[in-house]
């Protein structure tokens, strides 16, 4: 039987049997990646023992095929692979890393309109881009570039926007890898109408007076964030998440999707404490956040001290449109 034959496994191993490990010889490669191959190179793990030249042969065939796989994502094209020694070890020779040769990013959609202002935010993600020329190529940079490329077209205006195309030349004599993308922006969006669910105790006008997003506003992540952590620091809904409409379609006026989970609008609280100045101290306390079912808050607390007594009842009326919010209440102390 020819040794080209697969990687068959004499008979005479028993199913289960432990042979131990490959080890790896010290080489030129970082630790980084020489951990990563003994994490992830599942051909390591020796399935025989390496009794005789065939075993080591077989062996082989598998460890060159995975190392190869493994290494070129780590930008090493030509590696020399071999087992020698006694006992037998796992030889590497990395060969050159390859670096970024060229980087090219082409535009569709709206954004690659003539204007200035579009040229301008062009130049704004090509400078943004990470994995820049000279630079050593690694899978996980490109992939991880390639996403925040995407996220910084579509953190404004451009909501439905796409990588369409991206290509990696690989120039492996060279050791040089040649960067091509192309995105589609889709059309520039605008915020629309607010629409919530989740509401039983409160209204959408509540959710309406906490917006950081008007109607005709261009579209952006971060008035959805602001918007979303008003919401939350709020003390009338525990959860808040926001989204919009990336239809194309609805790109003129794109809806802004409210989902909120409300707070308990009714709280009692108690508390007790020691001062040097006052002496013991008890609280009561009592909350209502709709109040009169018109999403009033309602504070209220009495605290009794060894030498001072205190109550309080404090209304809050919901933010007016410029943030600002009315209130009235009154103290007594004795």
């Known amino acids: 039987m020819g040794d080209d034959m697969a990687d068959r496994l004499p008979d005479d191993n028993p199913p289960g049997a432990s042979f131990g490990r490959l080890p790896l010889r010290p080489n ?56 020698d020694g006694d006992p037998p070890a796992l030889a590497i020779e990395p060969g050159p890393r390859a670096v970024i040769g060229r980087v090219d990013i082409e535009f569709e959609g709206a954004v690659a309109d003539a204007d200035a202002e579009r040229a301008e935010r062009r130049d704004e993600l090509r400078r943004s881009w990470r994995l820049a020329v000279g630079q050593p190529f690694r899978q996980s940079d490109w992939s991880s570039a390639k996403q925040n490329l995407l996220d910084a077209l579509t953190s404004r205006d451009y909501a439905a926007g796409a990588l369409i195309d991206s290509q990696a030349e690989v120039d492996a004599a060279a050791a040089r890898v040649d960067l091509r993308l192309r995105l589609d922006s889709g059309p520039a969006f605008r915020f629309g109408d607010i629409e919530a669910t989740g509401l039983a105790l409160h209204d959408l006008d509540l959710v309406r007076r906490y917006s950081t997003v008007r109607a005709g506003e261009p579209y952006s992540t971060d008035a959805l964030l602001a918007f979303e952590r008003a919401l939350l620091s709020s003390p009338y809904f525990g959860s808040a998440q926001i989204s919009v409409d990336r239809d194309p379609a609805a790109a003129a006026a794109t809806p802004v999707r409210v989902a909120v989970a409300e707070a308990s609008s009714r709280r009692l609280s108690f508390g007790a404490g020691l001062s040097s100045n006052t002496g013991y101290r008890a609280e009561v306390g009592w909350s209502d956040n709709n109040l009169f079912k018109r999403s009033w808050l309602f504070n209220t607390a009495v605290r009794l001290e060894q030498l001072r007594q205190i109550a309080f009842a404090d209304v809050l009326l919901p933010p007016a449109a410029d943030g600002y919010r009315d209130s009235f209440g009154a103290l007594a102390e004795n």
């Not at 190179?41 to 042969?57: G, H, M």
């Open 28 to 83: 030129a490669l970082s630790d980084d990646v020489n951990d990563m191959l003994e994490r992830h190179a599942r051909s390591l793990v020796l399935r025989e023992a390496l009794t005789d030249e065939r075993a080591q042969r077989r062996l082989l065939r598998r460890v060159r095929r995975e190392v190869a796989e493994l290494l070129s994502t780590e930008g090493y094209f030509t590696p020399t692979v071999e087992i």
